[in-house]
């Protein structure tokens, strides 16, 4: 599916449930992908995408950013703490925030840079032991913790079950931002992204329908 077909169908998820066309961001990621891959879709005109992990967005990005105006790249996956540093100064945007010591690692270097990249909470809705991401029960408390620390929290991000109704998720990731006032929503991918539309998302993160299967073997270290 083209990187336009892709959109036209967001857009008009958009439209069907009455959003404003356009509301919702799409985040073309991009990690395991060859960059004649990414590149392809740079020359489309794509600016938002969304890369796992802190090393390869190093080796990959500074380059393209020199060459493409006004790109944006938001890290999606886990974050350890000895990495924090340099996923500040790589990324617009951290959707993993997901543990009070991150939280606390990523104050403590704000305050030393002056700056800190928009913030997503992760929230592990189906409760699943294998994966990140903050327990419904306590997402309020985290919400407030991180906020006390002065850190931009402008949204949550989830990753359903794969085995469950991802609406379902969706429904309580929204549910949890609106009691807490928070605007963003990061949840649905490229098998869901036009339910996470209907519900609200604020971005989508779509990989595969984009640029084809990941060639993992290829390009793992």
């Known amino acids: 599916m083209s990187l336009s077909e892709i959109t036209d169908r ?58 493409y105006d006004g790109v944006e790249v938001h890290l999606l996956g886990p974050l350890q703490t000895n990495k924090a540093k340099q996923a500040m100064a790589l990324f617009e945007a951290i959707h993993s925030l997901d543990r009070p010591k991150l939280a606390r690692v990523l104050a403590r270097l704000a305050q030393e840079l002056g700056q800190c990249p928009d913030l997503f909470i992760q929230v592990n809705t189906g409760e699943e032991a294998q994966k990140a991401g903050v327990i419904p029960a306590g997402a309020d408390a985290f919400i407030a913790e991180c906020r006390g620390l002065d850190l931009p929290i402008v949204g949550l991000m989830c990753i359903p079950p794969a ?15 609106e009691r807490n006032g928070v605007a963003g929503l990061s949840m649905g991918m490229s098998s869901d992204y036009e339910r996470a539309v209907a519900m609200g998302a604020s971005h989508v993160r779509v990989g595969s329908a984009i640029f084809g299967a990941r060639e993992y073997a290829a390009h793992q270290p």
């Open 163 to 177: 085995d469950e109704e991802p609406s379902l998720h969706f429904a309580l990731l929204r549910k949890i931002a």
């Open 10 to 67: 967001i857009h008009n998820c958009e439209r069907r449930v009455g959003r404003e066309v356009g509301s919702t961001r799409l985040i073309a990621v991009s990690k395991v992908q060859p960059d004649e891959r990414v590149e392809t879709v740079l020359r489309e005109g794509h600016r938002l995408f969304g890369e796992n992990k802190v090393q390869e967005a190093a080796g990959k990005w500074p380059a393209f950013r020199e060459r």
